[in-house]
């Protein structure tokens, strides 16, 4: 027999969780075992069919895009403006031993707070437009990346720093040319959590208090008990968020390209 | 003539870990590198060959004692010197051809010109053609490579080395050994050369300097190599006269060898 690849494996599973879906949820199809009636499953679970309905009606009547836009633009603020925190800052208290001293526990602190609570505080301050969710992106990215470029700081090789002055580089030209791109690669390595944080920020945000967005369409199906519409809502959200960690592995490959792969062989 | 680096009576204590006593790694130790002398340092491990380095990279400061280079003061780094480390110390972020032309860049040099000095001095090491790969796609000797040619860009007056082949094999050194005194050859610079590897230092070398066992360690004999150049050094070892030195040499340090090893022993917890 010959080997089938990864991928066709990979499809066939997803398929066989829809149709099992399909098999367990459809009233009628499969006689009720766990609920009492056979509407049930369906009124809990959705129906993929529906589902899929939902989705196809978003995006051919258009009415999607707006509220994926919006969600887009949080993420892609919070994003931006939480590595450039982070970056900065984590430069900063990296290099100055004093000042890491003196807000290690404050930091440690706003860490372990769960920041999620911050959302109704954003919303009285920023108003239910993006700024609030931009705000709670912002607080979940920053923490990401500021530990990783404190870490990365910290840890550049003290070989590659004396050679570098060595060399004749001074205080500015280290940091532009030894310690940014040492920091910067950690940021990159932590770049898939961080666009993921960006993204769960947008929505949570949504969630709890907007008037666009895909997660004020999940909270408004979920008013309805529209549970089919909720599970619509997921699905689009689950495959942005693929999308999103395509596009990070791409400019990461892009930009990391100096990085030791495991195993590497060469390619001339 | 004035030395092109003096060192006068350098001693260096480091300050013990929560107010313990501290560790003299180098006590009194006075060295003069005549302009274009080729000096090497051997002792035995952890003897304090790097310190003596540092101290003259101005990478340290000493506890007492005097830095002269070309009869100045040593202030801050030494920036007439050019320092090869033993471990990694090319950027990995940075392809080859960044990483030699680092040293241009921070001095301000134009880019178009730095790239072309940068491509002459890769053609010179051996690797032309390999300007654009990073570090990590590159063997060990020819980061070293790398390494040398971007420290020689800057046309150092004085080059310190610290083991710098030492994580090499021994065909490869021995390659590069060869290549370093060719360079060497054609622009005679000061070098002082740490090694462990007497054979390395022998063979390199105008004199050889053997250091103490440490702590404390101070310099016990002194060598003038008179093998003539140019040299081949994997053939020079054959010699009756590099045998003859090599024995003297030998002679001189085994004890603190001896000395150096059995107080690593002695520090391996019962």
């Given at each position: 027999m010959k080997k089938l690849p990864i991928w066709f494996w990979q499809v066939a599973l997803l398929v066989a969780i829809f149709v099992g879906w399909h098999l367990l949820t459809v009233p009628g199809l499969v006689p009720p075992f766990y609920f009492d009636d056979e509407n049930k499953a369906s009124f809990f679970f959705g129906e993929p069919l529906k589902i899929f309905k939902v989705i196809f009606v978003w995006f051919a009547d258009g009415e999607i895009y707006a509220h994926l836009w919006v969600t887009l633009q949080e993420t892609a603020l919070a994003f931006v403006i939480g590595t450039l925190l982070g970056l900065g800052i984590g430069l900063w208290l990296g290099l100055s031993n004093t000042m890491s001293a003196i807000l290690d526990p404050y930091i440690k602190a706003l860490n372990a707070m769960p920041r999620v609570i911050l959302a109704p505080i954003f919303m009285v301050w920023f108003?239910?437009?993006i700024w609030s969710k931009v705000a709670l992106g912002v607080t979940l990215v920053f923490f990401i990346v500021f530990f990783n470029v404190y870490q990365g700081v910290k840890e550049v090789s003290p070989v590659v720093l004396n050679n570098a002055r060595m060399l004749g580089a001074n205080a500015s030209q280290l940091l532009r040319f030894v310690y940014l791109p040492s920091a910067t690669s950690w940021v990159f390595s932590s770049l898939h959590t961080s666009v993921g944080m960006a993204f769960v920020g947008a929505v949570v945000g949504e969630y709890l208090g907007s008037a666009k967005g895909v997660g004020y369409l999940i909270h408004q199906a979920e008013g309805s008990f529209d549970i089919n519409t909720v599970f619509a809502g997921i699905l689009v959200l689950t495959l942005c968020a693929l999308l999103l960690d395509f596009a990070v592995t791409l400019a990461e490959n892009k930009l990391l390209k100096w990085r030791p792969q495991q195993a590497e062989t060469e390619t001339t | 003539m004035t030395p092109a680096l003096s060192l006068e009576k350098i001693s260096v204590t480091f300050t013990g870990k929560s107010g313990g006593a501290g560790y003299t790694a180098v006590k009194d130790t006075s060295l003069n590198i005549a302009d274009g002398e080729f000096v090497s340092i051997v002792g035995?491990?952890?003897?304090?060959k790097s310190t003596l380095l540092n101290i003259a990279a101005g990478l340290l400061r000493p506890s007492s004692g005097t830095v002269q280079v070309f009869g100045e003061p040593l202030a801050g780094?030494?920036?007439r010197a050019g320092y090869m480390f033993q471990s990694e110390s090319l950027m990995p972020w940075r392809s080859a051809l960044a990483n030699v032309t680092a040293g241009l860049q921070f001095r301000g040099v134009d880019a178009a010109d730095a790239a072309r000095q940068g491509e002459e001095w890769l053609e010179r090491v051996g690797?032309?053609?390999?300007?654009?790969?990073?570090p990590h796609e590159l063997s060990g000797g020819m980061r070293k490579r790398c390494a040398l040619a971007q420290m020689l860009i800057l046309d150092p007056k004085i080059m310190l080395m610290d083991?710098?082949?030492?994580?090499?094999?021994i065909q490869t050194r021995q390659l590069m050994e060869n290549e370093l005194l060719e360079l060497w050859n054609a622009n005679r610079k000061s070098v002082l050369f740490i090694t462990h590897d007497l054979e390395e230092a022998i063979s390199m070398s105008d004199r050889v300097v053997v250091l103490a066992a440490g702590p404390a360690t101070r310099p016990i004999g002194e060598f003038r190599i008179d093998l003539p150049r140019p040299r081949d050094v994997a053939e020079i070892r054959m010699t009756p006269r590099f045998l003859e030195l090599h024995e003297q040499i030998w002679h001189a340090m085994k004890e603190e060898v001896l000395k150096g090893y059995a107080q690593t022993r002695n520090k391996v917890p019962a």
């Open positions: 108003g239910l437009g | 035995p491990t952890g003897c304090g780094l030494n920036a690797l032309g053609g390999f300007g654009h790969r990073y083991e710098p082949f030492s994580a090499l094999d």
